[in-house]
């Protein structure tokens, strides 16, 4: 719980309102408006949430201006070096690193929970072949609360622990299918004696007809991809599931919400429109167009993997990304890769362009992550379906936070509202 600090004078129409300020363990200092509606009759007004805390958060913390990223405390950086995702999700759900009887029985829970009720099979057949895989995983993750029914009462803490792992082990499963069937094949059931990584990739990329191995470097890259993804704190789609949360309703029903909102270009679907960008642009000479129509105010073209809303410097995810995509791309033989090429000197020259560096608009995470998708076989279309499952045991992990804080309210936002005053309806025929 943040402390309380001095307070802040809020003066208007002559009079002062004193405003608490809590002091966070890191971060800025935060003005505590929740009672000025009730004493000065006034909202604040701050659309997309430029300047509003929405919580208390023991979780994740980013520092935007340093480009620093940390869960419960530990930076990005060394969990991406030394740690592994399973490990990071139990970090993040229970708020310290486990110890190696505390894991083994983590990842044994996770692993028992990876197979599908055999009745979803039908769910996925509903779907056309075309669909995309983003769209599947909405439909069938809020269908969990069809067939998982004694996990959905979010005020039993048993049935919050058992929810949170059957989503942590049940979204590879459910990602690989939405593939599979958008592909033609077979679905691949889980093997419980894999990691999760390879459990994930050879239920992508195994058929019935042949033995499939999995290599342990893409296994190692694909597993880094889930942590640099697992978590940033109140993130749209992290908010949108702790706003459905905030009503009580089931945690497979939030997590749906949670993935319709990631879908969106601007937040997940980001890697796959920064890959199609990047082939767009097709060769380095054509870099200086797409720099120039980033720039202009008239085209709404975007630099995509570039700029974010928090970070204000570079992404340290994307670093780590970087590294991992070159690993991948010589494990691959893919020497000389042209989309690699574009995003490296799309990269340069961006950072040497004034307008960038004084917006502030570094490569985020996804500028380098579609670029290792793609050389380990997964169409673009897989990409956000990927940073789903990634983000799962994120939303999990807030969702459970706020469930369990004794001051959860229903999330209510108010509105300046600019629409037509009070008028009186007039009949069609006077109209
Ligand atoms: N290319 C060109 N100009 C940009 C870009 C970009 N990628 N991003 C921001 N700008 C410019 C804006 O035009 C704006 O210019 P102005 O001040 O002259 O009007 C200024 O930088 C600030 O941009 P905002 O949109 O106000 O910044 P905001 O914080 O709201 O947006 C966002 C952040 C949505 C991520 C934005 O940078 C963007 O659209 N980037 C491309 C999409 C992308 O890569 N998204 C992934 C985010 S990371 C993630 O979800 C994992």
């Not at 239920?203 to 470097?217: G, H």
Request: aromatic share 10%.
């Amino acid at each position: 719980m943040a402390e309380d600090k001095n307070s802040a004078t809020l003066s208007m129409n002559g009079k002062d309102y004193e405003l608490p300020i809590k002091s966070p363990t890191l971060g800025p200092d935060v003005i505590d408006i929740r009672k000025l509606y009730g004493q000065a009759g006034v909202f604040t007004y701050d659309p997309g949430f430029t300047s509003t805390a929405s919580c208390d958060s023991t979780i994740t913390f980013i520092d935007g201006e340093k480009g620093e990223l940390l869960h419960r405390g530990y930076p990005i950086e060394q969990l991406a070096e030394k740690s592994h995702y399973l490990e990071v999700c139990y970090l993040l759900l229970y708020g310290e690193l486990p110890s190696t009887a505390q894991l083994e029985d983590f990842e044994s829970r996770v692993t028992k929970h990876t197979m599908l009720h055999e009745q979803l099979h039908f769910l996925f057949r509903g779907f056309r072949r075309d669909a995309p895989p983003m769209a599947i995983m909405v439909g069938v993750v809020g269908a969990l609360s069809a067939f998982y029914h004694d996990s959905t009462d979010v005020n039993d803490p048993w049935q919050r622990e058992v929810a949170s792992v059957r989503m942590i082990a049940k979204m590879p499963t459910i990602a690989a299918m939405a593939f599979k069937y958008t592909i033609g094949q077979p679905f691949i059931y889980p093997r419980n004696e894999l990691d999760y990584a390879s459990n994930f990739l050879r239920m992508c990329f195994a058929v019935p007809s042949e033995d499939y191995e999995v290599n342990p470097i893409l296994s190692r890259a694909m597993d880094r991809i889930f942590t640099l993804h697992a978590d940033h704190e109140q993130n749209a789609s992290t908010s949108t599931v702790r706003l459905a949360s905030s009503s009580g309703a089931n945690p497979f029903a939030c997590i749906a919400a949670g993935i319709a909102c990631l879908w969106g270009p601007a937040h997940g679907g980001a890697n796959q429109a920064c890959l199609e960008m990047l082939r767009e642009i097709g060769t380095v000479d054509r870099i200086p167009e797409f720099i120039a129509r980033a720039k202009d105010k008239n085209d709404p073209f975007r630099l995509m993997g570039f700029g974010h809303r928090v970070y204000k410097n570079f992404d340290p995810r994307a670093t780590v990304m970087k590294q991992s995509a070159d690993e991948v791309l010589d494990l691959m033989g893919i020497e000389d890769n042209p989309t690699l090429q574009v995003a490296k000197e799309l990269e340069r020259q961006a950072l040497d362009d004034p307008y960038f560096a004084d917006k502030k608009l570094f490569p985020n995470v996804d500028f380098y992550s579609g670029i290792i998708l793609e050389a380990m076989g997964f169409p673009t279309s897989m990409f956000t379906a990927i940073f789903a499952v990634s983000r799962t045991v994120g939303w999990i992990s807030q969702w459970k936070e706020m469930i369990a804080d004794p001051q959860l309210k229903i999330g209510r936002p108010r509105q300046l509202y600019v629409g037509a005053p009070m008028r009186d309806y007039v009949d069609i025929e006077n109209r």
